[in-house]
């Protein structure tokens, strides 16, 4: 069973919303606009892209990324080289700039868990995120939380009324900045 990880730019009242310019959210730009730049923060982007096995993303996320990504040959040649995948039930056909499996649900995510590989990463998609930990599928959280307090915005998390999701901390780091690295396991 292949892992599956959730990483996000988060912030401390867990908006995860533009966190690197994107247009139409009053506050984009966040992390850079708002915190200091350490370099030693991003170690974690650095591995994970090196350990991931494929790359798993919402419609909204790759339709972002796609015209980008692929002209960022020295930051994301891993990603670029990796399968991807983007959960949609819209999306009729792949950015041919960078090509993915359309998935078409969570159960779609589920069986792709059973596949032999390296961990699975899912990258921005908040909304994606949140249906994968509600249907049980997330495996373990990459976090930088930053300090800064967004208000509105999309969510790591959903408010679903469910039972509760017990976490295992298994690495973490504050950096000069303020920014903490938070990786946790989800107990089973």
């Known amino acids: 069973m292949r892992t599956l990880i959730v990483t996000a730019f988060v912030s401390l009242d867990g908006v995860m919303e533009a966190p690197g310019g994107e247009p139409g959210y009053r506050n984009t730009g966040w992390t850079f606009k708002t915190v200091e730049f350490d370099e030693a923060a991003y170690e974690i982007k650095t591995r994970e892209q090196e350990e991931a096995g494929a790359l798993l993303m919402g419609r909204r996320s790759y339709e972002a990324f796609a015209p980008v990504w692929p002209t960022m040959t020295e930051e994301f040649a891993g990603y670029n ?108």
């Not at 399968?83 to 819209?90: C, E, G, H, M």
């Open 81 to 188: 080289a990796m399968p991807r995948y983007v959960v949609s039930t819209t999306l009729e056909e792949a950015d041919p700039r960078w090509p993915a499996t359309i998935l078409r649900s969570v159960d779609d995510v589920a069986k792709l868990k059973e596949t032999e590989g390296g961990p699975i990463s899912v990258h921005g998609s908040a909304e994606l995120g949140q249906s994968l930990a509600d249907a049980g599928l997330v495996d373990r959280y990459h976090l930088l939380v930053f300090p800064v307090l967004l208000g509105a915005g999309k969510r790591l998390f959903s408010s679903a009324d469910k039972d509760a999701t017990k976490l295992k901390l298994v690495e973490h780091e504050t950096y000069s900045n303020g920014i903490q690295k938070q990786i946790f396991d989800v107990i089973r």
